[in-house]
């Protein structure tokens, strides 16, 4: 049985960075294609990004684009979301989530395995 992890969150300063990884047990990554999403506060699942399974694709929400990169490391099956010029709007819960359909998707929807989640949050 698969799962994912999620680690890396804390809290930080405007405009400091941070990295998530999502770590993958229980059989190999590279199959998978992996979502990152967030949730904020009082807010709905919001897609951040997505990187197939070659790593040859990713896709950006437009809030994020410029300041996130999306990365991964199959035969260590992690992930990582690289977060730079962090702003206050990006305090959430991080979530990255996989599916095996090969389906490269920004809703939530596509994807049937999900991490716990980590924290990030921003101070201004």
């Known amino acids: 049985q698969v799962q994912l992890r999620e680690s890396g969150g804390g809290l930080v300063q405007a405009g400091e960075s941070l990295r998530l990884s999502c770590t993958a047990s229980?059989?190999?990554?590279?199959?998978?294609?992996i979502g990152w999403f967030r949730r904020a506060p009082g807010k709905g699942r919001e897609f951040v990004a997505l990187?197939?399974?070659?790593?040859?694709?990713?896709d950006y929400a437009s809030g994020v684009k410029g300041r996130f990169t999306v990365s991964r490391d199959n035969p260590k099956n992690t992930a990582w979301l690289q977060m730079n010029s962090l702003r206050p709007d990006d305090t959430a819960v991080y979530y990255c989530?996989?599916?095996?359909?090969?389906?490269?998707?920004?809703?939530?929807?596509?994807?049937?395995?999900w991490g716990q989640g980590t924290q990030v949050t921003v101070s201004s």
């Open positions: 229980g059989r190999a990554f590279g199959t998978y294609v």
């Open positions: 989530a996989a599916n095996d359909n090969g389906i490269v998707s920004t809703s939530g929807d596509a994807y049937w395995l």
């Open positions: 990187i197939t399974w070659s790593g040859d694709t990713t």
